[in-house]
């Protein structure tokens, strides 16, 4: 049989180390030319595919391509469009199966979180439904964490160690400020359903009176009492209180405590986010002044703080990707494996797709403190490897050299699809 | 003459780079023991001169103080506390003299920004008048950039960094989701009345598209339809936009943008900064999706990613005020000079302080592009030097390393005084 192409494609938010999967699936496809023909890419994503619009990665030099690696963001585009189940959307995995065939694409490889491993999934059954052979593997990416099986996922540990490293620097500015000035410090981190991330700041508290003083959950109920309560009593005790508050933050009632925050004066929702609602809530009524900060992608992009422990295993999961689809795996994604917390040691196994789509992991209940306003040693034990290590990107000039790739499309083949 | 001690103290906003200055300071002072007696600090800035809380910073190891230089925020407290006019205030400044010669205090170091420039002066004179020998150096120190005299304030090229290599990565992030998500992106800085923050960030606009695409200043009056344009016009033709908004933009009434947003249900003023306002007037008007962020205390808190340049400099005027208060200097700050730009050579000047105070050095009007949008050709060769090189803090665990002093405190020798 001749050999097949492949096709790669970046799915839903993108992260500071999703390129690094990107590379390991390029370099990795390169090192085996003898059985892995080209590597085409979606541009955007899926979209990509659907549209015919194909990027050729052979036309990238060896060296852009190493520059994946520690390059933010995604280098093809990625893309929010999720195809819906087999039964109703059929056309559009066939178009799919069409694209690959026109193509001679045999492996597909797609890099994102819970609702790509799902594409994923359908697609080799509609290869198999079809007949046209191909190979889905998936490639795990998601800041937020929440893919089951796999020990962690590849994307996050950056995050984490951004927010761990920013709330650690805030907080000692805020405790030189306190004296005469701003005695709160509220940052606001992504995870609208799961503390992931809001949990990695807590790392930053390695003994009595670090900062961060208070973690708000999405899985905990926030209690307004009980929070200003605690936040009172840090700043009586430390003089200051830092505070990491996860965006997806609840009241009682279930709503988003960004959301709750009333209307402005021409009716629209606030446009904040939960960190100037949780610093005002204070300072109405304690009285402290506040500062607060909304890190958004920044937080995700932050390449240039990425933790060398996620920039490994981001392409370590690429480089695993082709080599299953070489030993002819199918429906499968590699997954970390935690051999050891001290000393942390991984390795790469495999995940059943049909076990992974669908299913979101959450925090463990034993990871927040009985009070749900911190992280328990179980929890630091669990997230303090992913931060580990600096992997700095080059700098000129005083600024990370990040590479832009040339994507030179492919020539089209079919008639025109519309999505 | 018996050798005198010093006071110093750290003053208003803190800095990634301050406590380098402090580091300067010390390790000069401690070369220079035969001359210069025991660098004592005040505990939260001059309050602590005020109310005799003074630190001993004999009683910090060699390893802590070098900390000092890759720590940020004030590492013996800062305050927001300005000295009134000799005339208005006599008693404060009497009590300054007076704490000073309690602790055979000859040297005056104030770590700060106009302001302090300001009270540093002040003493000079009031030493003179009331006969105690004080001689009065101010260390610059603003994230502002605003002093004059110094060609560009230590704190202030680390933030540039922050802003410059942040933006790049949330643009790079905006630029992958664009096609189906995402496709503005503000970024909110700090500068209330000086637009060199934002400008910044346009150093990682290298080449034509590139980010950011719009800068918004203080020193420009805000233009809504012009504004609006050019986003459209950013989108139509690189996909997205990515924005720098400084707080401090003025609407034709010389209004905050950010306050001018209306009030919400509860009749507080809009809580948000001026990024979501920013935000929220494409959307309404343009129908683009956005995110947004403020980074706050965050910016200038990053040491993590400080301007090596800025590092250097920090360190150097705290060991050049050192050496102008032994050559018997009085009512000066070292000045950073520059030399030339290409190749970058800066050396420490001398201003008087009657020059410093009391005066604010604004973007000169060939700094931002006639549309008022960018930073010129100019003002890149002026802001460029400052955030070159790297220089990284000690990590352990994935954590950066910073110092806590033990900041001892001196045993007071006068009445309690009220401030």
Redesign the interface.
């Known amino acids: 049989m001749a050999k097949k192409n492949a096709f790669y494609a970046?799915s839903g938010?993108?992260t500071?180390v999703i390129n690094a999967s990107a590379c390991g699936v390029i370099e990795t496809a390169r090192k085996n030319k003898d059985k892995m023909g080209k590597v085409y890419a979606g541009r955007?994503?899926i979209?990509g595919a659907l549209t015919e619009d194909l990027i050729d990665t052979t036309k990238e030099s060896a060296k852009s391509i190493a520059a994946l690696r520690y390059?933010?963001?995604?280098?093809f585009?990625?893309?929010?469009?999720k195809l819906k189940g087999l039964e109703q959307n059929k056309r559009e995995y066939e178009r799919l199966i069409e694209v690959f065939e026109a193509h001679n694409i045999g492996y597909f490889f797609y890099n994102g979180g819970g609702d790509s491993a799902d594409t994923c999934h359908k697609v080799s059954q509609i290869s198999e439904a079809m007949g046209y052979p191909i190979q889905a593997i998936h490639v795990p990416k998601t800041v937020d964490n929440d893919l089951p099986i796999t020990d962690n996922c590849p994307g996050f540990g950056s995050v984490a160690?951004y927010v761990?490293?920013?709330i650690?620097?805030?907080a000692?500015?805020?405790?030189?400020?306190?004296?005469?000035?701003?005695k709160i410090?509220v940052?606001e981190v992504m995870g609208r359903h799961a503390g992931w991330i809001a949990a990695a700041g807590g790392?930053?508290a390695?003994k009595d009176g670090d900062a961060p003083h208070i973690i708000l959950f999405p899985e905990v109920q926030f209690d307004e009492a009980k929070f200003l309560a605690k936040v009172d009593n840090s700043v009586k005790k430390y003089g200051y209180c830092a505070l990491v508050v996860s965006e997806g933050v609840r009241n009682k009632e279930g709503q988003f405590l960004a959301e709750a925050?009333?209307?402005?004066?021409?009716g629209?929702a606030?446009?904040?986010?939960v960190?100037?609602?949780i610093?005002?809530l204070i300072k109405s009524n304690l009285g402290y002044k506040y500062?607060?900060?909304?890190?958004?992608?920044?937080q995700?992009?932050?390449?240039?703080?990425a933790?060398k422990t996620d920039v490994e295993q981001a392409y370590a999961v690429g480089k695993a990707a082709v080599q299953f689809a070489l030993k002819g795996k199918n429906a499968v994604m590699p997954a970390i494996v935690r051999k050891s917390s001290k000393p942390y040691k991984w390795a790469i196994g495999e995940a059943d797709l049909s076990k992974v789509a669908n299913v979101e992991k959450f925090m463990p209940e034993n990871f927040i403190t009985k009070d749900g306003f911190h992280i328990t040693q179980k929890c630091r034990e669990y997230l303090?490897p992913l931060?580990?290590?600096?992997d700095?990107p080059p700098?000129k000039?005083?600024?990370?050299q990040?590479v832009t790739l040339k994507n030179e499309a492919v020539k089209k083949k079919l008639k025109t699809f519309t999505i």
Chains 1, 2 share one sequence.
């Open positions: 970046q938010g993108v500071a955007n994503g979209i390059t933010p963001s995604g280098a585009g990625s893309c929010r469009y160690k761990a490293v920013s650690r620097e805030a000692f500015d805020v405790a030189s400020m306190a004296k005469t000035s701003t410090f940052l790392l930053a390695e925050g009333g209307k402005d004066a021409f629209h606030q446009l904040g986010g960190a100037p609602v610093a005002e500062h607060w900060a909304v890190a958004d992608y920044l995700r992009a932050a390449r240039h703080i933790s303090e931060i580990r290590g600096e700095y700098y000039n005083g600024l990370p990040y």
